[in-house]
């Protein structure tokens, strides 16, 4: 079990990613900003579109896993550059969540 952050503001949206890795066996905290003790997860999966600065996302430490908007070609290329390990579009994330954070979490062990 991985102690995941996920920063999703959207209430209807974080119920889904909430829902999503509690089914895969995970802890979750979810809330719509970063906050103290982020750096004590193991994966921070995060909402490109609302988390505000990536570079400072990818600071905190813990693997990142981004989404955004598949039409908004910018955010991604902002996340890709601050490092962000990895981002994929809302709609892959909604599907394929569960993979996506055992790919990362996997790759940090």
Known sequence: MARVVALVPDLMLASRVEGSLR????EVTVRGAPADGDADADLIVADLEAA?????LVAIGPPTLGFYSHVDVETRRRAEEAGFDLVV???RMARE????AER???SSR
Request: hydrophobic letters at 40%; charged letters at 10%; glycine letters at 10%.
């Open 23 to 26: 089914a895969a066996g995970h």
């Open 52 to 56: 505000g600065d990536p570079a400072a």
């Open 89 to 91: 579009p809302r709609s």
């Open 97 to 100: 969540l569960p993979q996506l």
């Open 104 to 106: 990362l979490l996997s």
